[in-house]
């Protein structure tokens, strides 16, 4: 994980990929902060790899320290985060062969990715660069991802946020369905993201801890969808409570594995464009059921939603930001800064540094432990690792207009040295 020779001087860049999250400037506050205090510039791509690819980079000492301090609670990528898929060496060397000739044109001697499983194997790609391409450069990849499903890590920054933000709206939205129960609304739907794994659909059930308190089904990508099932523990709810609160994923699949919502487009992974589970589902519980509904779709308003994003989440995405320049500077290379957790009760968390190569590619799904017997909902052992993840308020500065006061950055562009390329 050591670098032969260590970098005496250069900058270095930090790129942000892959969804956003409400707390991923908190991450880019930490390393910018955390390089300043150690002398060193920090430049920014823009649009994540793509912008190191095409030359445009950002130099963030144009920016105030309050301009910083502000990313601490302003949701969405400060400077742009981008989905794309670095190819083989092997097969796309001039990708290689220019991303290499920005770096040395820069005089960039670390960089910092920002992301979530493909984009460690993005990062994991470029620290071994140094080796095949006879150029200096150490790379350590930054966790980040609502999905929290970041292999080693215990958690992922950017999850704790949207599993606050998911509970509480599982508890508001019951409270009202249960208002309206007696002669209208009887079902209500709430469709979260997680296309493979279920954390964020887990995080509702911190909603409530009884059998008939909300939510009464969450529906997990990990489990095959059961039509008939669903619709049993649907009627029964409604029976025995008055009305039914149902949270799914966007990832829930049928018994031949397609999923119950996808829209037909594919990102640059590969990986389908899900959303719009939530009114299949709603439209089987009029057909079959007769009942009222109504449904939502948060979509991003969830991974944005700054304004309730958990303490502990905020606090973790910084640290993790502060702990990747201090690899970088302490010349470490191909390692992740990850959550370890020390202690449940009272909750304790420290930083670790982990190899990239055992969190590239990797996906965290929930274990089966954390899953009642009958699917449906969340056992004492989710709960015990979930709860601390929302713990705390991470409150923001308002204007008189209202308005969370959320900070616009200059992203002042660094002049160009290098003749255009286009990825
Ligand atoms: O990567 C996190 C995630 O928020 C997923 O849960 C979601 O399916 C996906 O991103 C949406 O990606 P995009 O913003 O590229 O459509």
């Not at 670390?110 to 140094?130: E, H, P, V």
């Not at 200096?136 to 970041?150: A, H, M, Q, S, Y």
Request: hydrophobic letters at 40%; aromatic letters at 8%.
């Amino acid at each position: 994980m050591k670098s032969n020779t260590k970098p005496t001087s250069g900058r270095l860049l930090y790129a942000q990929s892959g969804g956003v999250t409400a707390v991923i400037n908190a991450t880019a506050a930490g390393v910018i902060d955390t390089a300043r205090a150690h002398g060193v510039k920090v430049y920014a791509a823009r649009n994540g790899i793509l912008g190191a690819l095409r030359e445009e980079l950002i130099d963030t000492s144009k920016e105030s320290k309050a301009a910083i301090a502000a990313l601490r609670h302003t949701p969405g990528g400060a400077f742009g985060s981008c989905r794309y898929k670095l190819k083989s060496l092997e097969t796309h060397r001039a990708e290689y062969e220019r991303l290499i000739e920005v770096l040395r044109a820069h005089d960039i001697r670390w960089f910092l990715y920002n992301g979530g499983n493909d984009s460690a194997d993005t990062a994991l790609k470029i620290s071994q660069l140094g080796k095949a391409m006879g150029y200096d450069i150490r790379c350590i990849g930054v966790p980040k991802t609502v999905d929290n499903d970041l292999a080693v890590t215990d958690c992922c920054p950017g999850f704790g946020s949207v599993a606050k933000y998911t509970a509480v709206s599982t508890l508001e939205a019951s409270l009202d369905v249960a208002s309206m129960a007696d002669t209208s609304t009887k079902v209500f739907i709430l469709e979260v993201m997680g296309r493979h794994a279920g954390w964020i659909a887990a995080a509702a059930g911190l909603a409530g801890d009884h059998a008939d308190a909300p939510p009464h089904l969450i529906l997990f990508p990990e489990n095959v969808f059961d039509e008939a099932a669903f619709l049993a523990k649907v009627k029964a709810t409604v029976e025995r409570v008055g009305w039914c609160t149902v949270v799914a994923s966007e990832g829930i699949r049928n018994a031949a594995g397609q999923f119950l919502a996808e829209a037909g487009t594919r990102d640059a992974f590969g990986h389908s464009q899900l959303g719009g589970v939530a009114p299949v589902l709603a439209a089987l519980v009029k057909d079959k059921l007769g009942y009222k509904y109504h449904w939502a779709l948060p979509d991003y308003l969830q991974r944005s939603a700054r304004h309730l994003a958990s303490k502990t989440d905020a606090e973790q995405a910084y640290a993790v930001g502060k702990a990747a320049v201090q690899y970088a500077l302490a010349d470490m290379n191909a390692v992740m800064p990850v959550i370890v957790r020390t202690s449940d009760v009272p909750y304790r968390w420290k930083i670790e540094p982990a190899p990239l190569s055992k969190v590239a590619n990797h996906e965290k799904k929930m274990p089966r432990n954390f899953i009642t017997r009958d699917g449906f909902g969340i056992t004492a052992a989710a709960r015990r690792y979930l709860a601390p993840l929302i713990q705390g308020e991470a409150p923001l500065p308002y204007g008189k207009d209202g308005l969370p006061k959320y900070v616009q950055l200059k992203n002042a562009a660094v002049p160009g040295k290098l003749p255009p390329f286009k990825p």
